[in-house]
Nanobody, 129 residues
Framework: QVQLVESGGGSVQAGGSLRLSCAAS????????MGWFRQAPGKGRDGVAA????????YYADSVKGRFTISQDNAKNTVYLQMSSLQPEDSAMYYC??????????????????????WGQGTQVTVSS
């Protein structure tokens, strides 16, 4: 059973930082494409960043390049999203997702939520001005 558990959300002022964590089972973590998405109220779910855990290859949405960093800890089967220079428009529910075979698509076409089959419950990030 695929299980993804996010943590690390919270409230921060503009310009601040947060680190989100997505803990997975070992079988889920290995050789998987894992992504972070966000969804603000009334809006669609947007891809933020993804990582292919077998190789450490990373992918980012243009809106977060230079501010967000996705990384992995193999010993903890955990993927992180380090978010810096946060702005109010970054406020959203952040979700972790996984799927074994989609990082090729991500590399070619971007981080689309429709291609990921396994999702966590989400963690809220609120950035105040």
């Amino acid at each position: 059973q695929v299980q993804l558990v996010e943590s690390g959300g919270g409230s921060v002022q503009a310009g601040g930082s947060l680190r989100l964590s997505c803990a997975a089972s070992e079988s889920t973590f290995k050789s998987n494409c894992m992504g972070w998405f966000r969804q603000a109220p009334g809006k669609g779910r947007d891809g933020v960043a993804a990582i292919y855990t077998a190789a450490g290859s990373t992918y980012y949405a243009d809106s977060v390049k230079g501010r967000f960093t996705i990384s992995q800890d193999n010993a903890k089967n955990t993927v992180y999203l380090q978010m810096s220079s946060l702005q109010p428009e970054d406020s959203a529910m952040y979700y972790c997702a996984a799927d074994p075979d989609v990082c090729g698509y991500v590399n070619a076409r971007g981080i689309a939520d429709s291609i990921f089959n396994y999702w966590g419950q989400g963690t809220q990030v609120t950035v105040s001005s």
